[in-house]
């Protein structure tokens, strides 16, 4: 089991890498920013992003199964709001698994994938964001923490 950081600073995501060795080994192959950028209180659409993290993992052995697990688990109770570190005030937002944006991340699996593996592999994993229009929030910056867990 592997629990690799997801921040949110700034609005924005940032994952990091890390590895874990077993028989089969998988990690972050990339840290990516899932940034919302400036939001605008005034805007009547909601703001989107989407972004995308590759785990890449290698077999001991060439067609050792890789049976893979991707949970985004809460560091505290209210995961879906970006909290201002000076007023406390909350910028609320929702992960989804779909370009819809109608199936939300929760503390359910993210991902899963079961295959043989030849050689190392990366698997992507593509995450969509959504942040609610019309927030009566004041300027400055805003964070909040989700950690990844991978399960292999």
Request: proline content about 6%.
């Given at each position: 089991?592997?629990?690799q ?29 899932l ?35 991707v ?29 819809g ?18 050689t ?33």
């Amino acid at each position: 089991m592997l629990k690799q950081g997801l921040r949110l600073a700034a609005a924005a995501v940032t994952l990091l890498a890390a590895a874990v060795t077993n028989a089969m080994t998988c990690g972050m192959w990339n840290a990516p920013q899932l940034a919302f950028g400036d939001y605008s209180p005034f805007s009547m659409s909601p703001h989107d992003i989407q972004g995308s993290l590759q785990i890449e993992c290698t077999p001991a052995s060439p067609g050792e199964i890789l049976n893979l697990s991707v949970r985004l688990l809460s560091e505290r109770s209210d995961r879906s709001a970006l909290r201002n570190s000076a007023t406390g005030e909350a910028l609320h937002f929702q992960l989804y698994k779909d370009l819809g944006r109608t199936v939300p991340i929760t503390d359910d699996l993210l991902f899963t994938l079961r295959t043989p593996l030849a050689t190392t592999t990366r698997i992507p994993i593509v995450i969509y964001g959504r942040m609610a229009p019309r927030q009566n929030v004041v300027v400055g910056r805003y964070r909040s923490g989700i950690l990844m867990q991978l399960d292999f």
